[in-house]
């Protein structure tokens, strides 16, 4: 209801400036533009900001929450529940809905994570066509496999951001060491912005959980 009241809002406030412009005798061509630039600035900006760029986990969930309906929004509320049929079942219709090559290749590949397959994630990791996910998957695999040394070597290859910290926490998961774990996720959250911040946040909490 608030969003419909929302967008009423911003469609009236268009009209009221394409009337004020009309009257003032402006080119059409600016009063297009304007108008255009009006509705990205309002509609788009504020939308792209909280799925890449936002820190705030109750905007981000708000967001989520308002565009469920699309498969990929709804994976990650399915992590937020820990439930692994959920997080599946939400894999699986971004798959039916998405046909492009690479979403196809990361969402099979976290797939293969949540069914615990270890040997389908590596080959599905190695068919990754673009880098960071790639290298990311294949570090990851090898801290599954327990070759933490392979794991590390690989996670040099990652770009700065929350990749890298993501990589030592798991590894401090599979060795049961609480303290380190706690330190890298953290610091991998704090790196992390938008959707990314918030299914970080939530998969590391549940993976907390298990060590503890």
């Known amino acids: 209801m608030m969003k419909l009241f929302h967008n009423t809002l911003i469609i009236l406030l268009g009209l009221v400036l394409t009337i004020v412009m009309l009257m003032l005798e402006l080119p059409i061509w600016f009063i297009y533009l304007s108008t255009l630039i009006l509705y990205v600035l309002i509609l788009v900006v504020p939308q792209m900001y909280t799925v890449y760029k936002s820190n705030n986990l109750k905007r981000i969930e708000r967001y989520l929450e308002q565009n469920k309906r699309k498969p990929i929004f709804a994976y990650p509320l399915a992590i937020k529940t820990g439930d692994p049929e959920k997080i599946i079942e939400s894999i699986q219709a971004i798959l039916n809905k998405h046909n492009s090559r690479y979403m196809q290749e990361v969402y099979k590949t976290n797939l293969a994570f949540y069914e615990n397959n270890v040997s389908k994630i590596e080959q599905l990791a190695k068919q990754i066509s673009k880098e960071p996910l790639r290298t990311y998957y294949i570090a990851y695999v090898e801290v599954l496999k327990g070759n933490f040394e392979e794991a590390r070597k690989q996670k040099e290859n990652l770009p700065?951001?929350?990749?890298?910290?993501?990589?030592?926490?798991?590894?401090?998961?599979?060795?049961?060491?609480?303290?380190?774990?706690?330190?890298?996720?953290?610091?991998?959250?704090?790196?992390?912005?938008?959707i990314q911040k918030f299914s970080l946040f939530y998969s590391f909490e549940h993976m907390e959980r298990s060590i503890e």
């Open 160 to 194: 700065t951001g929350w990749m890298p910290y993501a990589i030592e926490a798991i590894i401090a998961k599979e060795q049961g060491d609480i303290v380190s774990f706690r330190k890298e996720a953290d610091a991998s959250i704090d790196q992390a912005r938008g």
